[in-house]
C-alpha cells in the first residue's frame, strides 16, 4: 500500500469510528431525555427493526395550541420547513406566520417535499394539539411529532424518525443523506419552531 493511501485509510477509519462512537449516538437523542427515548411513540409499529431510530426534544415556552399550528402547515409549497431554505424549501423563505390555507389536512394528505409538492410523506394519523404522524406509504419510514404539555405555559416537542435502510434500493442515497445530514436539518427546524410558537 502506497504510504498517502495508508493515511487515507487511517483518516477514513478514525472518522468512522468517531462517528459511530460520538457523533451518531448525540445526533440520534439531540435533546431528548432517556425517558423520551425509551417511551411509546405514535407510529413506532410502522417500522420494525429501523436502521435509523432517532428521537429529538426541544422545550417551548408556548402551549400545546401554538405549536401544533407551525407542524400542520410545514412542507414545500407550503410554509417551508422552518430549516436551511436555501436547501429544503427551494430558496423561499419559511413561513413567520400561521397561514389559515394550509391549516386544513386529512389522513393521507402528502407532506410535500419534492420541488413540485407531489413527492413526499402522507398523513397517517394526527391528534390536534397533540401529535402528527407521517409515514412513506409503504412501511420504510415514519416520522412523527408529539407535543407533552409541561405545566401551564411551556410544552416539550418531541420527534421521531425511524427508517429501514434497503441497500439495493434507489432510496438508499436518500437514507444515507438521513444517517449523515438529518440532524443539521432537524435541529434548525425544531428550533425555527421553538421561536415562532414563543413569539405568538
Known amino acids: 500500500m502506497q504510504p498517502y493511501a495508508f493515511v487515507l485509510a487511517s483518516i477514513l ?6 462517528y459511530l462512537a460520538s457523533f451518531r449516538p448525540w445526533q440520534l437523542r439531540w435533546g431528548a431525555t432517556d425517558n423520551e427515548i425509551k417511551r411509546t411513540m405514535p407510529g413506532d409499529d410502522i417500522v420494525g427493526k429501523p436502521s435509523f431510530n432517532a ?6 415556552n408556548a402551549p400545546a ?14 410554509a417551508g420547513w422552518y ?17 389559515t390555507k394550509h391549516q386544513t389536512i386529512q389522513v393521507g394528505d402528502v407532506i410535500p417535499m419534492s420541488p413540485d409538492g407531489k413527492q413526499g410523506m402522507r398523513v397517517k394519523d394526527f391528534s390536534k394539539n397533540k401529535w402528527m404522524l407521517w409515514w412513506d406509504n409503504k412501511g420504510d419510514s415514519s416520522w412523527v411529532w408529539e407535543i407533552q404539555p409541561e405545566g ?14 434497503r441497500l439495493f434500493s434507489l432510496a ?9 445530514f438529518d440532524i443539521v436539518m ?3 427546524c425544531m428550533l425555527g419552531i421553538k421561536r415562532r410558537a414563543e413569539a405568538m
Open 186 to 188: 432537524m435541529r434548525k
Open 83 to 99: 430549516s436551511y431554505d436555501l436547501l429544503d424549501n427551494l430558496g423561499r423563505p419559511s413561513a413567520e406566520s400561521i397561514l
Open 65 to 78: 395550541e401554538n405549536i401544533y399550528p407551525w407542524i400542520v402547515q410545514m412542507g414545500v409549497s407550503r
Open 152 to 165: 401551564e405555559a411551556d410544552s416539550r416537542l418531541v420527534t421521531r424518525v425511524r427508517v429501514r435502510y
Open 13 to 18: 477509519i478514525v472518522l468512522v469510528l468517531f
Open 55 to 60: 428521537t429529538r426534544a426541544v422545550t417551548i
Open 172 to 180: 438508499i442515497a436518500f437514507n444515507l443523506l438521513v444517517e449523515f
